[in-house]
């Protein structure tokens, strides 16, 4: 065999500039049964980087619960389907695009939106919503301004022009993301149970077709730079970020789905990280076949590029999929129809090989398993980490309350996103049912009065405290925002976001969230069907905040009965479900008026999770409420607040339970809502959750212009609202100097 | 009413009109692509949102060498009614049938909002079922909406009552807080808000039905 390009020495320095070990380069030598060429190091290279090959997290990530009757396909493939009735099925994922962002931002966030719908639309769905999850470091960081500036309109830019609706998300500011944002991108689709399409390319003599955009030399190993911690160098790397082109992907996405309304498909898969190695190859191994790919047959964009080039392209918009044979000139119609590029460029085979030829040579021939199951994994050490300190933190227990509350509410984590949605189309589809601002999206199932609720969720601060009881919580709040607006929590998204695995205290932060994560997902019946690890997010040594967020989505079977936070009656009963005991620990209080991040992360008891959230979802579903808000940061006055400013109706609330006042309004206890319903509603809801043995409390009634606390201490809604919705766009227009975290 | 959508590569709204168009009239539109030389026999034709060819070169000037525009031209000539949703608006403005450009925001950001707009004119089929002066409120979803014409255009589409919504807080700086117009036929309008998006109360608002209803008052 003449394998071209066999000349190139592989050296050590290669070896390491292609992100492996020696280790590694002596397993790959075995495998092969002797050197490899440049081509094969570069194909191995991106195939085994962390981020392909989830070498550090694999053995961890099997403990996760994966199954429920309801789970159509789990982890594993390019996302996860539900069932979610009528014949329907919800296929969704998110994934990460951190490294790019930050060299690239509006590029990096940009594509990261259109690699996670390709991920969706190429199982057969309508991507249908999008969320994200977005951490930036501190605003008065220098770069801060300029990062969120470019990532919320690469988002909008691509999102928008899909006219696919972005309907919420996260955005949250902490000097640990100073040197490396997270990006974090989610896409909702659906699709028919017997319409579903997979990756595996089963059979040979079948052709492998390549469509959408050409080949350049763009992204080359960005799948290697996701996979190495950062330094102040790295903007050097700003030629491996991709750029995206959403007018293309819209005719894609159209095109694929004229495809998938024929049979002609065996199996397709978009060409994401890795491009067209990953993607033929996981493919083939998938389907237990070979695959043998012609470079001379791929549409390219650049002159004289080489195998390795093609191979390694992160060119964005591009797909493979492997036909029934004789169904080529009907694919091609539609492909040509959308102007698309659309060529022929290789064929299963029953060799169990991954072969490419190039210039009629053979440039790589590697057995598929070598890139797939004989990838290593990696069971690295790890120091299971001890969960900080449960002692309440001291703190000055008379400074007012309600001027607090108005502080609170205008600082970065905590002040309106409206500038961010606002350049979000979050109202294209005509199906946004509940809008960014709510503990959940609401989007209804098109020509159906079904709805999915949607949602993500973490809080990083706990997660560093405790990473396990962090874990559980980031689950727990996925599942509390989804039952806030009644819906029945089905399955998540996770996208696993922490530093460098080969440390052993982050290695530790990995497997105690992972087992955080498992431990919430099984007690509330919420499986984990895909997700994405994004590990070495670090700069300099500096590792981000453990941060495993998580995407839930769920369903809603009547989407008339739906609760939103805005209070829309006067004289309504403010009801308090759930235990307040005041945990002031990682609070978002202790944080922005004690300037401390300090204590433990609050407990989850997932079986009262569990049964208040289910007393709530009942209570909705039957239509007898329709005014709920989770608990979350910032506490019960927050909350309340939140609800107040969204429905422009004040309340009059007083002091249940406990001493502290501070630690009442302000404490982070989980488990908890607040609900607002008419007196004779009221009375019986107190009354049944009083006979279900769940706490609740009455805290006061709906009306005017202003909260008032204790009948004696009040702040108006036009004054609170003034200051939440002010902070965002002076800090982007540069008017003022944030308060730092 | 009998309708078209047109759908030109990358429109996007083009679902949500024909939902809009269906829900109000009772009868599917006829979906048109832009490569189609013909329309076939219909009353209204809708150009909707979108990002026709990604925007590229100018808002809608792509679109507009479309092999379809020569038709829509035709049915505008002989008098047919033709409605330009936030793209549409943009292609109308490129193929000449309503005058001035639309211009990307002043505010330099895509902007997806409610918007409040008051009626100006009421004398056309597009407004007809609603009040002079009535307030409505519409989403708009765009980068590129800010009308623009020289004074001479502007006085004389105010003189002609051809101004047909008006902003009351203007969202991309749009001349004279302009948000629609109409051809000097009367029987061409372009909007950048997005009545389409409002005819279902559970969406968060109807204020779009009227303009609907009009149409199927005026044309059935």
Known sequence: MNLKMGMTQITPELIREHGLTDGEYARIMKLLGRDANLVELGVFSVMWSEHCSYKSTRAHLKKLPTEAPWVIQGPGENAGVIDIGDGDACIFKMESHNHPSFIEPYQGAATGVGGIMRDVFTMGARPIAMMNALRFGEPDHPKTRHLVSGVVSGIGGYGNCMGVPTVGGEVNFHRSYNGNILVNAMCVGLARTDKIFLSAAKGAGNPVVYVGSKTGRDGIHGATMASAEFDDASEEKRPTVQVGDPFTEKLLLEACLELMATDAIIAIQDMGAAGLTSSSAEMADKGGSGIELD?????????????????????????????????????????????????????????????????????????VTALSDEAPVYERPFAYPAPAAGALPAYDRKKPVLASLEKILATPDMASRRWVWEQYDNSVMADTVQRPGGDAAVVRVH??????AITTDVSPRYCQADPKEGGKQAVAEAWRNLTAVGALPLAVTDNLNYGNPQKPHIMGQIVAGIDGIGEACRALDFPVIGGNCSLYNETNGEGILPTPAIGGVGLLKDATKMATVAFKRTSDVVILIGETRGHLGQSIYLREIESREEGAAPPVDLAIEKKNGDFVRGLIASGRVDTVHDLSDGGLLVALAEMAMAGGIGASVGQAEIASAIAFWFG???????????????????????AALIFVAELGKTGGDAITID???????????????????????????PLAN | MKSAVIVFPASNCDRDAATALEQMTGKKAHMVWHQDNALPDVDLVVLPGGFSYGDYLRCGAMANQSKIMGAIKAHAAKGGAVLGICNGFQVLTESGLLPGALMRNA????????????????????????????????????????????????????????????YQDNPNGSARNIAGILNEKRNVMGLMPHPERVVDEALGGSDGRALFQGLIEALS
């Open chain 1, 295 to 367: 470079l001379d047959k791929v549409p390219q964009r650049e002159d004289d590029m080489t195998a390795y080039d093609m191979l390694l392209s992160e060119s964005q918009e591009r797909m493979l999929a492997v036909l029934k044979p004789g169904r080529e000139a009907q694919a091609r119609r539609i492909f040509e129809k959308w102007e698309l590029d659309f060529a022929v460029i290789g064929v299963t085979t029953d060799t169990s090989r991954f072969v490419v030829k190039h210039k009629g040579q053979v440039v790589a021939d590697i057995p």
């Open chain 1, 447 to 452: 020509g159906t009065k079904k709805a999915l």
């Open chain 1, 711 to 737: 009948d004696k201490d009040s702040v108006s809604l036009a004054r609170l609202k003034k200051t939440h919705e002010a902070w965002f766009p002076r800090f982007m227009a540069g008017e003022e100097i």
């Open chain 2, 107 to 166: 505010g330099l950001k895509f902007v997806c909002k409610p918007v409040t707009m008051s009626v100006e004119e009421t004398q056309s089929a597009f407004t007809r079922k609603y009040d002079k002066g009535q307030t409505v409120t519409f989403p708009v979803a765009h980068g590129e909406g800010n009308y623009y014409a020289d004074d001479e255009t502007l006085n004389r589409l105010e003189g002609e009552g051809r101004v047909m919504f008006r």
């Open chain 1, 668 to 690: 982070e206890d989980q488990a908890r809502y607040l609900i607002a319903a008419p007196f004779a509603e009221a009375e019986k809801i107190v009354a049944e959750a009083r």
